[in-house]
């Protein structure tokens, strides 16, 4: 379980696959404090949960199946990353609980300067944005954020001068594709409604 609060911005230093379309990915912490981490532990990876499989001073690797390739993006080597530690019980709740279980990828619409903030304008995938509600929640890249307003199947979101200076969102340009995870509320709130219409009907 992470926060959605990122820790570090680091890159991917190289990819290996194996022959059965997986992946040994090897990611160059960007000063993220790996000293309490130990092997089997979860780092979030652009919003991705991943175990740590290898570890050195400064760099971890982490196996990567082809079914999170085939719904994710972000692991080309060379590629600018964001890094969340797994939550502990005593850590301060500051963005929202983030799974680390990808719903889906959105593509960036619009980039636009507002004052000193960015707004963002995404395109969730289908079926994603029934999920999205003004002034609720969602993880761009693992990085837990406000949603603005809600049009059909886009929302936007605002990047405040700390979050583009403390996470990779601010390299995004219009037509990049970015890792969306909604707010689990929302989606259990959706099962327990739906469980409760069809327990009406029995």
Do not use: W
């Not at 160059?28 to 949960?49: F, K, P, W, Y």
């Not at 969730?124 to 002034?135: C, D, F, I, M, S």
């Not at 583009?164 to 340009?173: I, P």
Request: charged residues 20%.
């Amino acid at each position: 379980m992470f926060t959605g609060i990122i820790q570090a911005v680091g890159h991917v230093q190289h990819l290996t696959e194996s022959s059965g379309g997986d992946a040994r990915v090897t990611i160059a912490g960007g000063g993220l404090d790996l000293d309490d981490v130990a092997i089997g532990d979860s780092i979030a990876v652009n919003g991705v949960c991943l175990t740590v499989v290898e570890k050195g001073p400064a760099h971890f690797s982490v196996d990567v199946s082809q079914e999170t390739f085939a719904c994710t993006v972000g692991f080309a080597p060379g590629e600018s990353v964001n890094l969340e530690k797994a939550l502990r019980l005593s850590d301060r709740l500051g963005g929202h609980l983030v799974s680390g279980h990808v719903d889906g990828v959105g593509e960036v619409v619009r980039v636009e300067r507002v004052g000193d903030s960015v707004r963002l304008d995404i395109r969730a995938p289908k079926g994603l944005e029934r999920y999205l509600a003004p002034k609720g929640s969602v993880a761009v890249n693992g990085v837990s954020l406000t949603v603005n307003r809600v049009h059909g199947g886009e929302f936007s979101i605002n990047l405040i001068p700390h979050t583009l200076e403390a996470t990779m969102l601010k390299n995004l340009k219009p037509g990049d594709r970015v890792n969306l995870e909604a707010d689990m509320l929302a989606r259990y709130a959706e099962r327990l409604l739906a469980y409760a219409s069809a327990t009406d009907k029995d």
